[in-house]
Each structure stands twice: as C-alpha cells, then as structure tokens.
C-alpha cells in the first residue's frame, strides 16, 4: 500500500486542476497582456479567477496580486513594507524568519514572540512589543509543523487598534481555517496553490487597498506594478480551480483524531501541538528513544510518506526550530514525526500508518539502549 | 534513496550484530541524547580476541549502519587491531556516507575504543 502522509510539503495536483491548466499551455495561450482577441481571452480568464480567488478570503479581485508562491510572497510583503520595526514569533516559515533575519541584519529591528508549549502567542507580549516604530506584524495562520491555529481576529483587532499594518502566512491554513480578511482585519496575506491540490510555483499576496510596497521584481509593471513578469495564466486559473474544489466536503479531521488515538497507544509518545486549535490534516508525535530519520525511513519502505522536521533529516543536524521554541529540548524533538492528511486520505490508509507504525516504533525501540525495562 | 548508499540502508533494515549481549566484559558509551545520536558498544573478550560484540544505537540511518558495520569490522579480531578501525574505515566499508553524517553519526569506532579501554581498565 502507498500512502501520502506529507501533504504539508506539498499535494497531489488534483485531475480538475490538471485538466484546467491543459487549456491554458496548448489552446488558450496568449499573454494576459496582448491587446489582440486571444490576449483579451487570457485576460478575461485570469481576472475571473482572480474574482474567485478574492472571494475565497472575502478581498477585492484588486487586493490580489498573483506570485510564484507562499515565500515569494512573504519576501515581498515583509520586505516591500519598508518598516523600521517588526513583530514577528518564533514558529514562522523559514520563509518569514529568514525575510526577518535579512532585514535585521540592514538594521531593521525584529522582535521575535514567544509562544507557549502548544504554539500559542501571548497576545499581552504583543501589545507590549507594539511601539512607534512598529511597522508590521506578521504572524502566521497556521503553523505548518505542529498545526496550531493561531488568533488572527485577535491579532488584527489588536493591530487595527494600534494602527500596524497585519500580515499573516496563511499557506497552511487556506482551505482549512475559514478566512475573512475584512473580518480579520488583516492587512496582507501570503498563500500558496500546491498545498490545496493545485499547482506549484503559484501563490497570491493579498494587499489591502491603501498599504504601499515597495516591489522586488521590476519589469512590465503587471499585477499593478507590484510582481512584474508575464502572468503565469495556466497556474492562476489552476489556483482558482483549486480554491473551488476546496468548498467540497471531507472527513480529514475524524481521519486525523483517528490516526492521533492510534499513535498515542503507543507507550512513551507525546503529540506536539495542541489538541483543539489545530489544522484538520496536522498530526505530530514525539517518540520517545528513536529518532526521527530512522521512522521516516523504516515507514518509506512501507510504503508511507511521512516527515520529520527534527536533526537528521534534512542535512541540517538542527532540531526543529518550531519543536524548540514550543519548550522540547532536543533529545524530545529529534523523535518527532510529521503526518499530514488530505482529502484523499482514506481510513484504510489511516488504518495502516497506525499499524506500521507501531512496528517500526518498536523496532527500533529494540536497538535503542534507552527506555527499556531492565 | 539517493541520501545514503545501498550497502548504508542494508545494514540499516538488517543490522548485525544488534543489542545487549547477555555475557559481556565491557561497554562503551559515545554520543549524546541532545545531538540525537547516541551508541553503547558491548564486547567479550577471550584471550585477547573480541569474540562476540553487540551494540544499542539510537540514532538516524547513518548511526544505525556505521554501529552495525563497525561490529562486523571488530569481530573476531585482536584488541590491538580493534582498536586500529577508524571512522574512515566504517564510512569506506558502507560505500561512503553523506558529508554531513560523517562526524555526528559515525561514533562507532569511538565507542569501540571506550569500550575496549574500559576492558583494559578491568
């Protein structure tokens, strides 16, 4: 048996999707920009796709600019605000943190905010840290390791009341969480297509009417001067297929409550994470004595796709930065497993990752000279 | 897996030489549990000849293969030649280990050295 448990990485493109973009690579290929009539087609495509997008975070069809994704659009939303101070937490993207971090090396002071063992800010830090020079609060939707939602009413209310400007990292969280960004009061937002079964490379950056940025791509001045470069039309009009198929029913989190019992029957095992507050496809357990890399692979040849955001599986050696801030010390995340469902996964599926899991827990608990009972 | 080599996740499905031995003369403990690699290495010692060794690794794929590659390498050998085995020697023998593995998850033959100064030291 195959299973896909790794659908926070990326998703499966769905075959709607797919058959969407076809059109737009051999028949309805011309540049958005054309003026001629099969320009004009592309045109009226993708800004009806751009409508449908909108509507889907309750923005203006003008607010969305289209990217190649989820950190080009974090780059440019924390880069182009051109802000002498901003708040930020300790669990975001790398694709935030690492923004954060280049500007804070050009002298742009950063506060990164704490959070508690289930990934939550303290919204009284926040209000603290907002100061004059506060220029932009970026804070994800969801995290994408250990699933916790995050307060984003709360934060804009608090923004609104303090005049920053909100950005929010919504990649994780697009199709899951229901998102409002005049509700919300959120001033931008990144999302990305292929973690909602639609394609790579693609991703829109919400910005509310009247926040200025600074582009960081110069060229034709397409997407309001803001993104230059010919509009990827086949990957927009496979967003917005996406977001449609989004709205269809599925049984992720009865999957995910299912898969969270059958693993904490395994003895020594923690989820990471909160219990409630947290996305319907997130599942991420700590076992104790093995270490991650082993899991991963021992379930790979079993034919399970799974990750690991602990020391040795990406060529990093460090521990999860997420898993560190949450309060684990090393030796605890070095054994934590990431499953993440999609509305593919079935229960037989489910059934079996619950199965060989145990298996491949226990033997490796074998070779381990921790946690045995002599 | 193009990360590790054939002979790698071999010894990784089926390591030799694996756990506690039941009779041994000493132990030799290398690693730490916050780098995520730790090894303790078992020997019994007869008339200078390692004849049986057993290792307990938690540890990524590296750590587990480089523990069980290291056994099969000191079995049935001398102290003195035992002793002579290096990273080098476990990383050669699995075909190369990837850049990155090769300092925090190859500390088997450190842990053989331990084990066999801890022998000598009785």
């Known amino acids: 048996m195959r299973v896909y448990l790794d659908n926070a990485a990326t998703t499966m493109t769905a075959p709607e999707v797919v058959a969407e973009m076809k059109r737009f690579f051999s028949e309805e290929y011309a540049n958005p920009a054309s003026l001629h009539t099969m ?21 203006e069809p003008e607010e969305i600019i289209f990217t190649s994704g989820g950190t080009e659009s974090d780059n440019l939303a924390i880069k182009g605000i051109n802000a002498g ?43 603290d840290s907002i100061n004059k020079g ?19 009413e709360k934060i804009g209310a608090i923004c609104k009341e303090r005049g920053v400007p909100f950005h929010t990292d919504a990649v994780q969280a697009l199709g899951k969480v229901p998102i409002d960004v005049k509700a919300m009061n959120i001033d931008m937002l990144s999302a990305s297509a292929h973690k909602i079964h639609g394609p790579k490379g693609m991703g829109i950056l ?44 599925n049984n992720m989190q009865e999957l995910r409550d299912m898969l969270i019992k059958g693993l904490l029957e395994i003895p020594e095992t923690r989820l990471n994470g909160p219990r409630q507050k947290r996305l319907c496809n997130n599942v991420n357990v700590a076992f104790k004595y093995i270490e991650g890399e082993g899991i ?27 898993l560190l801030a949450l309060g684990l010390k090393p030796e605890e995340s070095h054994g934590s497993i990431r499953f993440s469902l999609s509305r593919y996964t079935t229960k037989a599926e489910i059934q079996y990752t619950i199965e060989e899991t145990k298996k491949v827990v226990k033997r490796l608990r074998e070779l381990s000279p921790f946690g045995k009972e002599d | 897996m193009a990360l590790y080599s054939e002979k790698v996740m071999d010894h990784f499905r089926h390591p030799r030489n694996h756990g506690r031995l039941k009779e041994f003369d000493a132990v030799g403990k290398v690693g730490n549990p916050t780098c995520g690699d730790v090894m303790y290495i078992y020997i019994k010692v007869n008339n200078n000849i390692i004849t049986a060794i ?27 030649e035992a002793e002579k085995i290096t990273r080098g020697d476990v990383a050669n023998n699995l075909n190369g280990l990837p850049p990155v593995k090769m300092h925090c998850s ?16 009785g």
Request: charged share 20%; with cysteine; net charge positive.
């Open chain 1, 39 to 59: 320009g004009q087609h592309a045109k009226e495509a993708t800004e009806k796709a751009r409508e449908s997008i909108a509507k889907a975070i309750n923005a």
């Open chain 1, 85 to 127: 101070h901003i708040i930020t937490t300790k669990i975001e993207h790398p694709a935030v943190l690492e923004s954060c971090r280049a500007l804070e090396k050009k002298g742009t002071k950063i506060t990164y905010l704490d959070v508690d063992p289930e990934g939550l800010i303290d919204l009284e830090q926040l209000k």
């Open chain 1, 134 to 152: 506060t220029g932009l609060v970026t804070i994800m939707a969801a995290n994408n390791e250990i699933g916790t939602i995050l307060p984003l």
């Open chain 1, 206 to 249: 919400y910005v509310k009417k009247g926040i200025k940025l600074i582009p960081s791509i110069h060229g034709g001045g397409h997407e309001h001067g803001m993104r230059s470069g010919t509009g990827n039309t086949a990957g927009i009009m496979g967003m917005a297929k996406a977001i449609e198929l989004m709205q269809e029913k």
């Open chain 1, 296 to 322: 991963l692979l021992y379930l790979d040849e079993a034919g399970i796709s799974v990750s690991t955001g602990s020391a040795c599986s990406s060529l990093s050696l460090k521990p999860s930065h997420v």
């Open chain 2, 54 to 80: 057993g290792f307990e690794t938690m540890g990524c794929a590296a750590a587990i293969a480089t523990s069980s590659m290291m056994t099969e390498l000191a079995k049935g050998k001398s102290l003195e």
């Open chain 2, 106 to 121: 190859n500390l088997a033959a450190d842990g053989l050295r331990i084990a066999i100064k801890n022998y000598r030291k």
